[in-house]
């Protein structure tokens, strides 16, 4: 009987695996920067037992997410908007409560709109500035860099000329676990 190939070890997390860099596609940042934003908001989903549609064409919203829950009162699923950004120019600093983020303000108005039949939350990922670094992986995980937070923007003025900068609180962080604490406040007929 022959042997089966055992995988070789992988390096320990945080350890930049030996040997040259791969040569990575000619894709622009950007877009990679938005394919792994929507990997992040589909992981989280699927730990979160919530179901994820993609409205087409999108008018501003990029995914709607559902949830059900025998606690919910409002409905036995609940749906909430939310619109996608990924950045790598800046980030929470050691300590901050928020860090800022500019959004357009016809954006803003979208997402800060009330009273809105369905809620609607921004969720901002940070990820370093070079993609070589976005990803560890070993047999036991896979770890995305840095992380997701989300922002309820409900009421929020629109101030700036062109664009408004708003404030993300740094104890958002977006996990499966604020998903469902999400979602139970809606489904309770609360907000986000």
Same mark, same amino acid.
């Given at each position: 009987?022959?042997?089966?190939?055992?995988?070789? @070890?992988?390096?320990?997390?945080?350890?930049? @695996?030996?040997?040259? @860099?791969?040569?990575?596609?000619?894709?622009?940042?950007?877009?990679?920067?938005?394919?792994?934003?929507?990997?992040?908001?589909?992981?989280?989903?699927?730990?979160?037992?919530?179901?994820?549609?993609?409205?087409?064409?999108?008018?501003?919203?990029?995914?709607?997410?559902?949830?059900?829950?025998?606690?919910?009162?409002?409905?036995?699923?609940?749906?909430?908007?939310?619109?996608?950004?990924?950045?790598?120019?800046?980030?929470?600093?050691?300590?901050?409560?928020?860090?800022?983020?500019?959004?357009?303000?016809?954006?803003?108005?979208?997402?800060?709109?009330?009273?809105?039949?369905?809620?609607?939350?921004?969720?901002?990922?940070?990820? @370093?500035?070079?993609?070589?670094?976005?990803?560890?992986?070993?047999?036991?995980?896979?770890?995305?860099?840095?992380?997701?937070?989300?922002?309820?923007?409900?009421?929020?003025?629109?101030?700036?000329?062109?664009?408004?900068?708003?404030?993300?609180?740094?104890?958002?962080?977006?996990?499966?676990?604020?998903?469902?604490?999400?979602?139970?406040?809606?489904?309770?007929?609360?907000?986000?």
């Amino acid at each position: 009987m022959p042997s089966l190939a055992q995988p070789e @070890p992988a390096a320990p997390a945080g350890e930049l @695996p030996s040997g040259p @860099p791969p040569h990575r596609g000619a894709l622009a940042t950007t877009a990679c920067m938005e394919t792994l934003q929507i990997g992040y908001l589909h992981a989280v989903a699927a730990a979160a037992g919530c179901t994820l549609a993609q409205p087409f064409p999108d008018h501003g919203i990029d995914w709607h997410v559902s949830h059900s829950a025998p606690g919910h009162t409002t409905d036995d699923e609940v749906t909430i908007k939310v619109q996608l950004k990924c950045t790598y120019q800046l980030g929470p600093r050691q300590g901050g409560l928020t860090f800022p983020f500019t959004l357009d303000n016809d954006h803003l108005a979208k997402l800060a709109r009330t009273p809105a039949a369905v809620h609607k939350i921004l969720v901002v990922m940070l990820v @370093p500035r070079t993609p070589a670094d976005w990803l560890r992986a070993g047999h036991d995980r896979l770890e995305v860099r840095h992380c997701c937070y989300w922002a309820n923007l409900a009421g929020h003025p629109v101030t700036g000329r062109r664009r408004t900068t708003v404030r993300i609180p740094t104890a958002h962080v977006f996990d499966d676990h604020a998903l469902c604490e999400i979602m139970t406040r809606v489904g309770a007929g609360g907000r986000p």
